[in-house]
């Protein structure tokens, strides 16, 4: 039994009581589902509810006594084994054997879709991340977002949504400005301008750019800047999508920021505010209303020299998103972007749209550390480090992890020792080595003629070891669901590594093989399900963050 046709059955078992008039309850406070956890503490039974403490006030009686009048109801169910109160009203269950064992044919049946819900589904998001300047390579706050952005994005399609990958190319501004200063002040020996960006790959660029075409530096310096801009521009942009690709982060959309300009949807945005009277004009310059909107204070979207400020970018960005088919939008900034969070609800506000179709995620601070001292500088980039500096340390797979594993609201160090080691401390390598173990225990299986398929004897799961396991391999669907619903994918990294324990204490306890002397049984064979059970969540909960799940190792 999975938690979710637990939930479902307590609350069968809630409204029964209340039919039968065991339970003083109105219609309306009666749930559709019963909240169910696994217990803080060992031995206390498979699942715990906590419906008698929300519900006792409701019912007029203490939370222990409608505890024990719904106790009776539950007990009915078919699949429970044992029904108990405990503390100040909480409910303890533990499954008929038979009943806990049996979902590890069901895990293995459904395979890949096992962990797959439709919280979502019918909903259309679209989730913006990474967006660097095409002014050199993806530095490593980036490679945090390409990994947490896909994550999400991943975990999004899991539970049904349609999802729109974006990537928004920031070609348009000062940043620009100086990157083609940049790449001509290297062209010709110059220092690098104040403000510029260095490091080797501005040499090798302006170098590749000046050997394509020698004329370049003919012309004069003006003329010459447009030139290193835009093929500079053109440069980086594939280098920036081929490692992201190798990260195994690809995009449905490449959106340009110039695009925005050239095509007249920052004018019409404009527009739009200017008719509906969210803009008004002061000093010369036109202002967004944003404060009516739950901003700390209105921002210049039209400057006093008729330029476009960031935002009037970001307004027409929004709505363009809308207009594709947007249910949501979510964007995943830097630690450096706070303001962005009010500045983009008054937008879509102001644009006589929902604030709540806007989330915005902050994302903190990465390092890189070895021998116990943080590395600083990039071999390529010089003043950064790179996403192809991390891989190069300790692979793609490595990585990934490393940057979903953590909250993003806390900022995070990677030790490269420690993630480049093929030891139980490197998260990752316990999890995969894990996966790989349950391969090798069904390869060995098929080899001694122990088939899944000549006998299935749930109830024979009886070891504790079998019970934590089964535990956990049901709350697999729950987990990625509220790591969506709570945008935080590192509750799938921590999951896999308690999934990835209870299957080591699991495999040192009971055996799938028997031994030469003993006969082959159908526990032996059940077995066989729980491990291969344990394999498909590790592989999905893998598949969800872009990791691999290796056979062997």
Same mark, same amino acid.
């Given at each position: 039994?999975?938690?979710?046709?637990?939930?479902?059955?307590?609350?069968?078992?809630?409204?029964?009581?209340?039919?039968?008039?065991?339970?003083?309850?109105?219609?309306?406070?009666?749930?559709?589902?019963?909240?169910?956890?696994?217990?803080?503490?060992?031995?206390?039974?498979? $699942?715990?509810?906590?419906?008698?403490?929300?519900?006792?006030?409701?019912?007029?009686?203490?939370?222990? #006594?409608?505890?024990?009048?719904?106790?009776?109801?539950?007990?009915?169910?078919?699949?429970?084994?044992?029904?108990?109160? &405990?503390?100040?009203?909480?409910?303890?269950?533990?499954?008929?054997?038979?009943?806990?064992?049996?979902?590890?044919?069901?895990?293995?049946?459904?395979?890949?879709?096992?962990? !797959?819900?439709?919280?979502?589904?019918?909903?259309?998001?679209?989730?913006?991340?990474?967006?660097?300047?095409?002014?050199?390579?993806?530095?490593?706050?980036?490679?945090? $977002?390409?990994?947490?952005?896909?994550?999400?994005?991943?975990?999004?399609?899991?539970?049904?949504?349609?999802?729109?990958?974006?990537?928004?190319?920031?070609?348009?501004?000062?940043?620009?400005?100086?990157?083609?200063?940049?790449?001509?002040?290297?062209?010709?020996?110059?220092?690098?301008?104040?403000?510029?960006?260095?490091?080797?790959?501005?040499?090798?660029?302006?170098?590749?750019?000046?050997?394509?075409?020698?004329?370049?530096?003919?012309?004069? !310096?003006?003329?010459?800047?447009?030139?290193?801009?835009?093929?500079?521009?053109?440069?980086?942009?594939?280098?920036?999508?081929?490692?992201?690709?190798?990260?195994?982060?690809?995009?449905?959309?490449?959106?340009?920021?110039?695009?925005?300009?050239?095509?007249?949807?920052?004018?019409?945005?404009?527009?739009?505010?200017?008719?509906?009277?969210?803009?008004?004009?002061? #000093?010369?310059?036109?202002?967004?209303?944003?404060? +009516?909107?739950?901003?700390?204070?209105? !921002?210049?979207?039209?400057?006093?020299?008729?330029?476009?400020?960031?935002?009037?970018?970001?307004?027409?960005?929004?709505?363009?998103?809308?207009?594709?088919?947007?249910?949501?939008?979510?964007?995943?900034?830097?630690? +450096?972007?706070?303001?962005?969070?009010?500045?983009?609800?008054?937008?879509?506000?102001?644009?006589? +749209?929902?604030?709540?179709?806007?989330?915005?995620?902050?994302?903190?601070?990465?390092?890189?550390?070895?021998?116990?001292?943080?590395?600083?500088?990039?071999?390529?980039?010089?003043?950064?480090?790179?996403?192809?500096?991390?891989?190069?340390?300790?692979?793609?797979?490595?990585?990934?992890?490393?940057?979903?594993?953590?909250?993003?609201?806390?900022?995070?160090?990677? +030790?490269?020792?420690?993630?480049?080691?093929?030891?139980?401390?490197?998260?990752?390598?316990?999890?995969?080595?894990?996966?790989?173990?349950?391969?090798?225990?069904?390869?060995?299986?098929? &080899?001694?003629?122990?088939?899944?398929?000549?006998?299935?004897?749930?109830?024979?799961?009886?070891?504790?070891?079998?019970?934590?396991?089964?535990?956990?391999?049901?709350?697999?669907?729950?987990?990625?669901?509220?790591?969506?619903?709570?945008?935080?994918?590192?509750?799938?990294?921590?999951?896999?590594?308690?999934?990835?324990?209870?299957?080591?204490?699991?495999? #040192?306890?009971?055996?799938?093989?028997?031994?030469?002397?003993?006969?082959?049984?159908?526990?032996?064979?059940?077995?066989?399900?729980?491990?291969?059970?344990?394999?498909?969540?590790?592989?999905?909960?893998?598949?969800?963050?872009?990791?691999?799940?290796?056979?062997?190792?």
């Amino acid at each position: 039994m999975t938690p979710e046709e637990l939930s479902q059955a307590l609350a069968c078992a809630v409204k029964q009581a209340v039919a039968d008039g065991a339970v003083a309850l109105a219609p309306a406070d009666i749930p559709d589902e019963v909240r169910v956890d696994r217990p803080k503490q060992a031995g206390r039974g498979d $699942w715990s509810a906590n419906i008698a403490l929300q519900l006792a006030k409701r019912a007029g009686v203490p939370p222990r #006594d409608l505890a024990a009048a719904l106790t009776p109801h539950i007990a009915r169910i078919p699949a429970i084994g044992q029904v108990e109160v &405990a503390g100040p009203g909480f409910i303890n269950i533990t499954l008929a054997k038979a009943a806990a064992g049996a979902l590890t044919k069901k895990i293995v049946e459904a395979g890949e879709s096992f962990g !797959r819900g439709e919280d979502m589904a019918g909903l259309s998001v679209n989730v913006e991340f990474v967006s660097a300047n095409p002014t050199g390579p993806v530095h490593l706050a980036g490679a945090r $977002w390409a990994a947490v952005g896909d994550t999400l994005a991943r975990l999004f399609e899991a539970e049904g949504a349609h999802v729109v990958r974006e990537y928004y190319f920031n070609d348009h501004g000062a940043q620009l400005d100086r990157f083609a200063e940049s790449l001509c002040a290297a062209a010709h020996g110059e220092p690098t301008p104040p403000n510029g960006y260095g490091g080797r790959y501005i040499k090798e660029l302006a170098d590749g750019i000046v050997q394509a075409d020698k004329t370049v530096l003919e012309t004069d !310096r003006e003329t010459q800047l447009e030139a290193f801009r835009e093929r500079g521009v053109a440069a980086m942009f594939p280098e920036i999508k081929r490692s992201l690709s190798d990260f195994r982060v690809n995009f449905d959309v490449y959106f340009h920021e110039n695009s925005l300009h050239t095509s007249g949807k920052v004018e019409r945005a404009v527009e739009q505010l200017k008719e509906s009277g969210h803009l008004y004009l002061e #000093d010369g310059a036109w202002w967004l209303r944003s404060t +009516d909107f739950g901003d700390d204070r209105d !921002r210049v979207v039209i400057k006093r020299d008729g330029a476009a400020a960031y935002i009037a970018a970001d307004i027409a960005y929004f709505r363009d998103k809308r207009q594709r088919g947007a249910d949501l939008a979510i964007y995943l900034l830097g630690a +450096d972007h706070h303001g962005y969070i009010a500045r983009l609800k008054a937008a879509a506000a102001a644009l006589g +749209d929902d604030p709540a179709r806007v989330e915005v995620l902050i994302g903190q601070l990465v390092f890189l550390a070895r021998g116990g001292e943080r590395v600083k500088m990039s071999k390529r980039a010089g003043t950064v480090v790179t996403l192809e500096d991390l891989v190069e340390a300790i692979g793609v797979d490595a990585a990934r992890y490393a940057m979903v594993r953590s909250s993003i609201d806390s900022s995070l160090e990677i +030790d490269l020792d420690l993630w480049a080691s093929q030891t139980n401390e490197n998260p990752v390598f316990y999890v995969q080595y894990a996966h790989a173990r349950t391969s090798a225990v069904a390869r060995n299986a098929q &080899a001694a003629g122990v088939e899944r398929a000549d006998g299935f004897a749930p109830d024979t799961l009886d070891h504790p070891s079998e019970a934590a396991l089964l535990a956990l391999l049901g709350s697999f669907p729950a987990t990625a669901a509220q790591a969506a619903q709570l945008r935080e994918p590192h509750r799938v990294a921590r999951y896999l590594e308690e999934l990835a324990s209870a299957y080591h204490k699991w495999y #040192d306890k009971r055996r799938v093989i028997p031994l030469a002397d003993e006969p082959m049984t159908d526990t032996h064979r059940t077995r066989l399900w729980l491990n291969d059970a344990t394999r498909q969540v590790l592989a999905n909960g893998l598949a969800l963050l872009g990791v691999t799940a290796p056979e062997r190792m």
